[in-house]
């Protein structure tokens, strides 16, 4: 039941699977693109040269994947209720608790293959690279990469729990595309008003609610679809 449950989601995310798939390998051709006319490239070794290429192409492949997670978790509930299968659901065997877990099982594969498939080619640019540093000549002043999977567990978190009160997948994906910068600006306005929290302490204030928000809609959510009494 739980594989037929699966394919099902897999054909109501089949849109948003196909852009990931986009998202996640075509940094790796910018990179190239973009690295190659760099002096970097031409001056320094072969290894170096590719591991500044894969670290590059790791980042932003990462970078790019958030917004799978976002269009994944804000329409894989809500699609059901748009196309009525979820109706038809409701006459089935699956407990509401399997369908969720079917749903939870691919957006958490999702997220372990994007970053699984650039973690493992990270470790291979370090080691390839003769100076570590190589491996981040390009990104070393951008975000940390575990700061970018908090921005990225906040949006999936705030699609999730969109997804499982709407009807449409419209407003799950816009609200999971808005949710970081949303939750940067409340942040803002509440250090202005009170000035907490401080200057540089306002960084890791960000992430932390992102974490927390994040864990919270997805929990929300969860108990919601399971509790609501319409399909």
Request: proline share 6%; hydrophobic share 55%.
């Amino acid at each position: 039941m739980l594989t037929a449950l699966l394919h099902k989601d897999l054909r109501i995310c089949r849109l948003p699977l196909i852009v990931g798939l986009i998202l996640l390998l075509a940094p790796f051709a910018m990179a190239a693109a973009v690295i190659a006319d760099l002096p970097l490239w031409t001056n320094a070794t072969p290894s170096n040269a590719w591991a500044t290429l894969l670290g590059t192409g790791c980042y932003f492949s990462i970078m790019c994947s958030l917004p799978t997670l976002a269009m994944i978790s804000g329409s894989i509930i809500a699609a059901e209720r748009n196309d009525r299968s979820a109706e038809f659901l409701a006459y089935l065997p699956p407990s509401r608790k399997l369908i969720l877990s079917s749903k939870a099982i691919l957006l958490i594969t999702v997220a372990t293959l994007i970053a699984g498939l650039n973690l493992a080619l990270l470790a291979l640019a370090h080691t390839l690279a003769t100076d570590t540093q190589t491996v981040h000549a390009v990104t070393t002043n951008l975000l940390p990469i575990h700061n970018l999977a908090a921005i990225g567990l906040a949006a999936a978190g705030a699609g999730w729990f969109a997804s499982s009160i709407a009807s449409t997948t419209g407003p799950p994906v816009t609200l999971a595309f808005a949710a970081p910068a949303a939750i940067l600006g409340i942040l803002a306005a509440i250090r202005k008003l009170t000035n907490w929290p401080s200057q540089e302490n306002f960084s890791p204030a960000y992430y932390t609610t992102c974490i927390a928000l994040g864990i919270l809609t997805f929990t929300l959510g969860s108990l919601y679809y399971i509790r609501r009494v319409e399909p």
